[in-house]
């Protein structure tokens, strides 16, 4: 049997409470999200969703503020930079850490060092939708038409979810479209109504209320799953393209250096936060489908998803703004 020594056995002991009396003190003061995205984007809303239940919990403000620019990098830079203490984090989906080390060769800050991931908190997809004056229905009439004569297509900014997405299906459709980026989904959408692009891949709940109106024809979701809110609009395997999957995920971040007690704080919270039928239930409203990994099985998922989305980009040879 081993034995320990009294004092090593006393040192033992203190430190549960210490770390119990770091993860009940936390928070103290207000704590700000931020998104690197507008409102109605995919991180906002379940940025929102997840604050309002995590300020129920911790009985303190939990306030998303939006730094849109930059493919999330904006936001992104001023949460890496600020005091790792628990009080500045970052909702973003994958693409600040997968792409944008790519496409952006001066940065201030590396994503994938600066940043630590609290927790894995939903997956989410795209849709692609066309003007409905073009009279495009499926995604087979899109990719003749294209092969026939130039067509362009709108994203929410270079290296987005959207044109991610976009690419991945036109390279495996071997068809080629313009794209013409966008800072955020809800713009490209309004010059994809109005005429002035042809069709987009763009997040779904931005753009459902105008395909239910018949402003915009839903042809096809970026990934094999269905979408929660649209289910009859068809998956790419659905439409020809069994092999690609081009879905993403939204993540909690912190600042390297972030007290371990007040990141398995927070990853309890939210971990627990994810299980609940309401919440859940929420952001299925959305189109995300909820996650809840912990920061370890987060980081895992986010390595896998670095080398994926690495040889995309390199594929697709996507260029900064």
């Known amino acids: 049997m081993p034995t320990f020594r009294p ?9 549960v409470p ?10 103290t003061k207000p704590v700000r999200i931020l998104v690197g995205s507008p409102p109605g984007a995919p991180s906002d809303m379940v940025a929102r969703v997840v604050a309002e239940r995590l300020g129920n919990r911790f009985k303190q403000t939990f306030v998303v503020e939006n730094r849109a620019g930059a493919n999330n ?21 994958d693409t600040v850490v997968t792409v944008n080390p790519h496409i952006y060769k001066k940065m201030d800050f590396d994503p994938r060092t600066d940043l630590v991931p609290v927790s894995l908190l939903a997956n989410f997809n795209q849709m692609m939708v066309c003007n409905a004056g073009l009279k495009i229905t499926t995604m087979e009439q899109l990719i003749n038409r294209a092969r026939q004569s130039p067509m362009t297509y709108a994203s929410g900014g270079q290296g987005s979810p959207g044109h991610l997405a976009a690419e991945l299906v036109l390279s495996g459709a071997r068809v080629a479209m313009t794209h013409v980026p966008y800072k955020g989904p809800s713009p490209a959408m309004t010059d994809v109504m109005g005429g002035q692009v042809d069709c987009g891949f763009l997040a779904t709940p931005t753009v459902l209320p105008n395909v239910q109106a018949g402003r915009l024809t839903a042809l096809a979701v970026s990934s094999a ?21 081009a879905s993403f995920n939204q993540y909690l971040m912190a600042p390297k250096e972030t007290p371990a007690a007040v990141l398995q704080a927070l990853q309890q919270a939210v971990t627990d936060i994810l299980k609940e039928a309401p919440v859940r239930q929420r952001l299925t409203s959305l189109d995300l489908t909820p996650v809840g ?4 099985e987060a980081e895992a998922t986010l390595k896998r998803d670095i080398v994926k989305w690495a040889e995309v980009v390199r594929r697709i040879d996507i260029k900064p703004e």
């Open 73 to 93: 990098g904006l936001a992104a830079l001023q949460v890496a930079k600020a005091a790792p203490d628990g009080y500045t984090l970052l909702v973003t989906p």
């Open 293 to 296: 990994q912990t920061g370890n």
């Open 18 to 27: 210490a770390v119990v009396q770091a993860q009940a003190g936390y928070p």
């Open 225 to 245: 799953r269905p979408s929660p809110m649209a289910p009859s609009v068809p998956t790419l395997p659905q439409v020809g393209l069994p092999n690609i999957d």
């Open 7 to 15: 004092a090593l056995l006393a040192v033992a002991m203190l430190a």
